[in-house]
């Protein structure tokens, strides 16, 4: 085969080309051999950059591939997907390389509302018909937008009429408006679709990113590479280790003073003045315990600014997803959208909310009762145990001793692999039409069962057991323990499975054709998505500011945690996973939330925590008119921090300034098209008259 | 005059025809005689409506009075307020009376954002290119808002040019950009603008609305004829008026039990068993206090739903205000406006933060301090009269015991009065851009001062002096004595003095010219604004979810009020006061605010209140553990009672599904205006090139 030649060519030169390189070579006659033909004159192009590796299924005929490259090549208009598909070594083999032409990527980042610079500097929504007064528009669009929008173009794909695919029984015929992706995946002739790595610039990121000393991480990089999903992420993730150091700084000189406090007490021998040891200690836990609440309401809100410019920045501030088509999974009987009149299925909104009312929230419910019935189990098993080890004290019952834990456990991850599988079912059920609206659902789901699994244990000891000193011990092995099994779990295994186990698998010469070289990263595990990371950061983030005021060393642990994060997620990311196709979008979605949640229940934990300080708990039991007192003050104090809270959330605004102002002009803009256009269109329309 | 002449022809007519007929027989002649001249030919109509009239100075020369009209008469381009303008009796008298054409009021109403029903019988945002494809363009303006219309034009007028203004000294001359209005108000010109009524609306509107015995309230005229934020505060009257019924109906039922139960035990004589008293008096105690905080969420929850199809049905849901001009009294040096483009004013937004933070804040803060020093004060004196009393027990003396209320009263109503001065200067000197960032920031500020002096006590009796008996008794004085003084200054006061005292000075025979109908509504009070109104609601509202708990039968009382408060509030309106100028409003603004945070605040006060209810505290004396458990437990519920009332708050949308769609759409449509727009234009390109 030519193409396959060709390739094996640019493989075989003496300088070794990138991926890209090489598709350069592969396509310098045009869409030449190969690549569908393009039908529209302004996308011939001397260069097609391979975006997406599409893997078929092993018994795919030649025919359904004919046919399925025919209608990747369509365009839009006729049902197809406006993109340019190259059919690999030859017209049987088992994948295919998508690329996209220069109209289609226009016309979707239109489409998808994304912003880009325009001739006076600007920001602006991207214009179709306009694209000549933003600047570059030619390659103005990142390696992962790009990847993303391939994939919504398949993903959109819808059959216009019936149609029966070739090579294919007719229980795979497709019916009007049918999803032809999700149809062709369910019939196993997609196996699976593969954003393509460019190597030469994820060399040059892992360089900026973790292979040297540095501190800043390259962000722009990131996004234009990973997406702006990943870049938020470690946007986030930088800014809240930074944001660290405060509490950090505090957290080693309290400790460092009482140490201090401490050691002077040993040697002057003196423990006879009680209330002059409370002092201190009464002051140094109060001071954290303020301080972290009002902290994290301060960095969540700077975090919002900016979080909006870094939106303003990667042109994701005016995101038109509402306005796109819905989903593939949804589904619905056929409607004209009242919103954008077209026809697409629909699907209530009550009954949506109905669905979430009546099936998702008891259910959800009903699974945050398992997790407090196994804690209620767990304590009362190992009551028992601990009661039969007293009463036969022998080898086995010591042996016995262990057993309530080690059930537990199982319990809480045989539960937790349940209720994930049971949150998406719930979530599909629900039938959400914009692809953020299921993530932030099945986010949120997962979200509160996580977070119940973690701290239900940390709020039992704190709140009903009221055991401050087992609440230290507990929260310092679990910020020691999960920390390094994070680190081990997440980086170290996968490094060792990669190296190992798969890596051999797929040994990779300069001689191997492009294809294999493609192939080869479809072999890579699926990147698991952000979820993990992101409830790494919130479960630290809550240690921190629900309890740290017991344990003041938090701060410190989880700054020298984080520094190191950085590092192996941004590992990770670039050399352990398959590249994620990542949606633009405009901040951190629902985690957002979640981290402001936390902070507010901060305050409630924190003032808890100040009433059952011991040295308050000494004072209490003196006289009993104090503790009704203390307890009256702690929640005065509580409820002034929640309003001063509220007012600081309000007083510090949501975007910069600048960015408002940049917002509202894209709208003004949007507003005013209509009249501008008005005018061009009458000044034509003269301009005839005249002429006739 | 001729104008003159016809205008007592049309008075003298057998049927008396109202100012809007007579004002037709007047223009029969079209823009005829009097009026300015219409320069646009689509605008010339053989009706003018006048709408607005403008009282000028006594000592105003007619040269410029003639400079105005011609100014007035100028179209928009050229610096001046395209509206219709005439003279009045005669060019040296001293009023004008205005008029607009269809051409200003469309195009203002694009500006302004208001929506109209599009021919396929939506809503849409109006746009003057495409009038002919909206329903009825020519009369579908309600006259308030041709009325505030014609306000916005006459604001809007600025100088494109040094001018000196004819008439005038030169210390009035006009620099470019100076808003002319305020400049001719400031120079003695223009001394008051009056909205005229329709009197043959104004009557079959009064009659719709007090006149008969209707229940429902006629709230698309009022609209209409009053614009919409008077329409907005009606609406939320009623709305919160057939909300009081349930609470009415469990306070009655609640003290028709208790009353009952009191009756059994005084016949039985059995005052033996006081837990069984105790029982039931604190479970009605209980129930009214838990379901006045659900109630008040929930009622606030669904008036945002209504409010916002309100603001649907009239048009005011896509308002423009911030793409606008600035409101007149909005100064800063010249510059481009970075969302509009346009040249303007700017005035930077930290200047305005750090004003706000350096300035208002703590001039606020120190009256709210005077506030509380003053009850402090009057706590001390009573407390000091009472002693010399005790000690003198004379007649002397028992006078003294007055003078502290005396004094305070006296302190309050003159610190009302400084600091309604002092808040206007503050928001002046904060210098907001719109007009409804103004009227906010205002009314946040006179809000929370009013807020603290009217609640401060009852705060005080239940927090600090924790006397339930009291605060019950002051709730109720409260309730009834400030409902009938507020009656009686609104109503009967004005009604008297306008019955008696104003009305003889402007008695009206029919044979008096239309001009002087039209004065004589100039000399009627100007309407002083929908704040006490609101405020009178709002203190309600907290007397009914703050501290009904102690005393049930509030919601009844507030019910009965309410339901008069309706006419007596319609009457006032409509026959006391001038016609109010109303802008278009999309809700009730940071009234809206006000009642949510009341809501909230009522979660603490009614659990605390629940805490000092006589039964719990009578348990809480006989052991002094159960003290600080109760506490405990009243502490949990109110923490899950603010949980349940955030989760109502999100759960329940702030707009109807179908109000969301609607806006939506609007969006989309004006998204969309650019694409469709272009594909005319390529037509009509297309078409000329063929023509070639």
Redesign the interface.
Known sequence: MSTAGVLEDAGSSRDPPSPMASAKLLTASASGPGWTKVSCPCCMSHRVDPLVLVKLGKKVRPETKRWLLKLIGTLQKDGGAGLLAHPGEDASGDIMVLSATRCTLLQATEELGLCRVYKNGDME?F????RDNFKDSGVFLTLAERQYIVKYELDGMRAQRAIKIPGLDDSYMLQPRDNIWQKLTSAGVVVDTVALHDQEQLKALSQAWYAGNQLAQPLDSVNSYFGSSLAFYFSFLDFYTWSLLPPAVLGLSITYFSVQKEVVESVSGSQVIVDDHSGPGFSGHMIQAVFSMLWSTVVMELWKRRSASLSYRWGTLHL?E??AEPRPGYHGNLGVN???GRVEPLFP??QRDLRMALVSVPVVGLFLGLVVLGMMVFYWGEAQVKRIHADYDSLWSQTFLYLPSVLHILYTNVLATVYKTVAEALTDYENHREESAFDNHLTGKVLVFTFFNYFAVLFHIAFFKQDVPLLRKRLASLLIVTQLINQVTEVVIPYLVDRFISAPNRAESEDDPQEDKFRNQGTLPVFPGLFAEYIELLVQFGYLSLFSCVFPLTAVLLLINNLTEIRSDAYKICKLFRKPFAAPVANMGVWQIAFEVLSFVSV?SNCWLLVLSPQIQAQCLEG??T??KI??LA?GIE?VLILVKTVLAIVIPDEP?WIT??R??IE?K??Q???Q??F??LD??L??SS??
């Open positions: 929504a214009s179709y018909e306009d038109a509402r306005f009242p919103v954008t909104e009550w409630v009993e008119l503790c009704t307890l009256m929640v409820h300034g102002k940049k509202l002009h003004f949007s507003m098209a209509l009249r256009q008005y061009v269109c034509v329309k301009q005839q002429l006739k």
